[in-house]
């Protein structure tokens, strides 16, 4: 079982910055792809950004250019810096672990993180 613990988040202007990480409990966090997905309110989990473990990086076009995912393996750490933060980037954002690639999610989550954009 892999634990995580995310932190960032919170309420931010729209065209403003927010970051997001997520520390994994495991020795094993530099052999495998990480991402993030973020779920608005009665809406399905939708993939936001992916990284593999060579660290190339894939993004979903509607935070391509805006959102940035690296990851720090000696941290067992992922990150997530959002710029030009819209109101529909609103969502709880989730880190996920071990995943197939973009969209194709394991069942290791985080705990979720809350970040809105509202003026």
């Known amino acids: 079982q892999v634990k995580f613990v995310q932190s960032g988040g919170g309420l931010v202007q729209p065209g403003g910055s927010l970051s997001l990480s997520c520390v994994a409990d495991t020795t094993l966090f530099r052999l495998f792809a990480m991402a993030w997905y973020r779920q608005r309110p009665g809406e399905q989990r939708e993939w936001v950004a992916h990284?593999?473990?060579?660290?190339?990086?894939q993004y979903s076009e509607s935070v391509q250019g805006r959102f940035t995912v690296s990851r720090d393996n000696d941290k067992s750490t992922l990150y997530l810096q959002m710029d030009s933060l819209r109101p529909e980037d609103t969502a709880v954002y989730y880190c996920n672990y071990g995943g197939l690639g973009p969209g194709k999610p394991s069942d290791y989550w985080g705990q979720g993180t809350q970040v809105t954009v509202s003026a």
């Open positions: 990284i593999r473990n060579d660290g190339f990086t």
